[in-house]
């Protein structure tokens, strides 16, 4: 075989396989399973421009056969970027639209439920990224960027919330330890209860939360141990003055029954706002007050039956038990 045959038995393998070439760049951007963004069509598209361009010695009407391919593949690829870019523009404009609605309606927010449903609404927003019209990498990035800065507005907004509602129960938390370290036990346990009473509409961070929380019904706890040492202290003063045993249980005992119906009302309150509330977290702090109560309340009603059978062996008279 001739040298010049052999030359053209290669330009023409070499043909072949650029048309192969150029049938695999067809499937790969317009085929079922192609990328409608022609993400690396042109890098690809010039390189294999350039190889027939410069293919060595194959046949003429196979290197204008290749060059028409080509020309109708990049014709092809730069109408449906035209289209692919129109729609992702669309889509970039409605996004950012809802984005700066939230954003906005987030301006005049300052109690920490709304502003959590806030960023749940932005949440929500996010997850339709990948949703509806593709978006090009530069509108993708043009609308994380303004979804990331309206996520961050409302977050700094949310943590300044729960800071100054932290000061403020703080505030509460530490005045009601003030009264206790002064002996004044009922005053520390009216300002634990405006504490708990502000907590159902300050909210901060759980951990805070909880910890005030807990400081709270300790001092709570400890302002009762306080008044049961000092009616402890007030029955032996009135002993040591002689004053008849009987007539101090009559005492002890009126008073145990006044608190009795003070807790009886303070129980029912409590029963009904954790019936009625919605919340958990706010069912979550009555129902510890509602424990706490109706603990308070068995001890107080032990105490007076014990009183009772006390005064129903001293005297000969029947005493009638409490309803």
């Given at each position: 075989m001739e040298d010049w045959q052999q030359w053209q038995m290669r330009a023409d393998q070499i043909a072949v396989s650029l048309g192969a070439e150029v049938d695999g760049f067809n499937t790969d951007f317009f085929g079922?399973?192609?990328?409608?963004?022609?993400?690396?069509?042109?890098?690809?598209?010039?390189?294999?421009?350039?190889?027939?361009?410069?293919?060595?010695?194959?046949r003429l009407e196979a290197k204008l056969?290749?060059?028409?391919?080509?020309?109708?593949?990049?014709?092809?690829?730069?109408?449906?970027?035209?289209?692919v870019y129109a729609h992702s523009s669309e889509r970039k404009?409605?996004?950012?639209?809802?984005?700066?609605?939230?954003?906005?309606?987030?301006?005049?927010?300052s109690a920490p439920?709304?502003?959590?449903?806030?960023?749940?609404?932005?949440?929500?927003?996010?997850?339709?990224?990948?949703?509806?019209?593709?978006?090009?990498?530069?509108?993708?990035?043009?609308v994380w960027d303004a979804w990331r800065g309206a996520n961050q507005f409302v977050w700094q907004r949310l943590t300044d919330s729960?800071?100054?509602?932290?000061?403020?129960?703080?505030?509460?938390?530490?005045?009601?330890?003030?009264?206790?370290?002064n002996g004044e036990g009922p005053a520390a346990k009216q300002a634990v209860g405006r504490f708990f009473e502000a907590?159902?509409?300050?909210?901060?961070?759980?951990?805070?939360?909880?910890?005030?929380?807990?400081?709270?019904?300790?001092?709570?706890?400890?302002?009762d141990q306080a008044e049961s040492r000092k009616v402890a202290e007030r029955v032996v003063s009135q002993q040591a003055q002689v004053v008849p045993a009987v007539d101090s249980w009559r005492s002890e005992l009126e008073r145990n029954r006044e608190s009795i119906a003070r807790l009886q009302e303070e129980i029912t309150v409590l029963d009904y706002q954790f019936q009625s509330s919605e919340s958990i977290l706010e069912q979550a702090m009555v129902r510890g007050s509602l424990v706490d109560k109706k603990r308070k309340l068995?001890?107080?009603?032990?105490?007076s039956k014990a009183l009772l059978r006390r005064i129903e062996q001293s005297e000969e008279a029947p005493v009638f038990s409490m309803s």
């Amino acid at each position: 075989m001739e040298d010049w045959q052999q030359w053209q038995m290669r330009a023409d393998q070499i043909a072949v396989s650029l048309g192969a070439e150029v049938d695999g760049f067809n499937t790969d951007f317009f085929g079922d399973a192609g990328d409608a963004t022609m993400r690396g069509f042109w890098p690809r598209f010039r390189d294999l421009k350039e190889r027939v361009r410069t293919a060595p010695a194959i046949r003429l009407e196979a290197k204008l056969d290749l060059e028409r391919r080509l020309r109708s593949l990049g014709s092809r690829a730069y109408k449906a970027q035209e289209v692919v870019y129109a729609h992702s523009s669309e889509r970039k404009t409605q996004l950012l639209d809802s984005i700066e609605q939230v954003r906005i309606s987030s301006e005049g927010v300052s109690a920490p439920r709304d502003l959590r449903g806030i960023r749940r609404s932005l949440d929500n927003i996010r997850q339709q990224f990948d949703s509806g019209a593709q978006l090009v990498p530069p509108d993708r990035q043009v609308v994380w960027d303004a979804w990331r800065g309206a996520n961050q507005f409302v977050w700094q907004r949310l943590t300044d919330s729960w800071a100054e509602n932290e000061t403020q129960l703080r505030e509460l938390v530490t005045a009601a330890r003030q009264h206790l370290e002064n002996g004044e036990g009922p005053a520390a346990k009216q300002a634990v209860g405006r504490f708990f009473e502000a907590l159902r509409t300050r909210e901060c961070k759980q951990e805070i939360m909880t910890a005030l929380k807990s400081e709270a019904e300790l001092i709570r706890r400890e302002a009762d141990q306080a008044e049961s040492r000092k009616v402890a202290e007030r029955v032996v003063s009135q002993q040591a003055q002689v004053v008849p045993a009987v007539d101090s249980w009559r005492s002890e005992l009126e008073r145990n029954r006044e608190s009795i119906a003070r807790l009886q009302e303070e129980i029912t309150v409590l029963d009904y706002q954790f019936q009625s509330s919605e919340s958990i977290l706010e069912q979550a702090m009555v129902r510890g007050s509602l424990v706490d109560k109706k603990r308070k309340l068995a001890e107080y009603e032990r105490s007076s039956k014990a009183l009772l059978r006390r005064i129903e062996q001293s005297e000969e008279a029947p005493v009638f038990s409490m309803s």
